[in-house]
């Protein structure tokens, strides 16, 4: 069976333009996660989705960070206006349970979004 | 606020001796850690966990400890092997929480 996906794999835009990042999640999961890994640093947590609604969106970094999912399954991440500072690797990951015991999260490889 | 902590930005081990990485955390409310390893260009995978409940848990040549009063967690690798070189993150959760907090990784490297 397909892991997640993540497209696209790599993303150069120009500062102040909008991005959308696309992840498929493994079938049948239904809790989505977002997260970022800017250079040299962890893993950073953006935000939760369980089925289409997000119960926890606070590590989303400013207004400009949004993020939906559709039919339990797709989800995206818009970032509006990017600035330098948004450059890192976005990484998506699916569970089949939130996050539960024997459940762990499954990660795509990765979305490497660089602003110039 | 960093509430998972990993304090050795990189080891380095020979081949055939144990690797043992470390993990510290500060919220005595997470009941759930576990570890993944992550290659370069690939997203984090999943090792090992270990609930609140037990203070061992082991599969094959890794084995994940638990230390509540200490707060503190390891990974131990046994023996270690090159292919175990990977970036190796803690993280830690409570129990159908939602999201879950990562550590700052460990780089291991491993020498033949």
């Known amino acids: 069976g397909a892991g997640v996906s993540q497209s696209p794999s790599n993303k150069v835009t120009e500062k102040g333009k909008d991005v959308e990042l696309r992840c498929d999640p493994i079938?049948?999961?239904?809790?989505l996660y977002w997260y970022r890994q800017s250079l040299g640093q962890g893993l950073e947590f953006l935000i939760y989705f369980q089925g289409n609604s997000a119960p926890d969106k606070s590590g989303l970094p400013s207004d400009r960070f949004s993020a939906e999912r559709t039919g339990g399954s797709v989800s995206t991440l818009t970032i509006q206006r990017t600035q330098q500072e948004d450059s890192a690797v976005y990484l998506c990951a699916s569970s089949l349970a939130g996050t539960a015991y024997n459940s762990p999260l499954h990660f795509g490889n990765g979305t490497r979004l660089t602003v110039t | 606020d960093q509430q998972v902590k990993q304090n050795s930005p990189s080891l380095s081990v020979q081949e055939g001796r144990i690797s043992i990485l470390n993990c510290d955390y500060t919220n005595s409310m997470f009941d759930y850690f576990l570890w993944y390893k992550k290659y370069p260009a690939e997203g984090p995978t999943f090792l090992i966990s270990i609930s609140s409940i037990k203070d061992k848990n082991e599969d094959g040549r890794f084995t994940v400890f638990l230390n509540k009063s200490a707060k503190h967690l390891s990974l131990h690798i046994v023996p270690s092997q090159p292919g175990d070189s990977a970036v190796y993150f803690c993280?830690?959760?409570?129990?159908?929480?939602?999201?879950?907090?990562f550590g700052q990784g460990t780089e291991l490297s491993v020498k033949p």
């Open positions: 993280a830690a959760n409570k129990l159908l929480g939602g999201k879950l907090i």
């Open positions: 079938s049948g999961h239904t809790a």
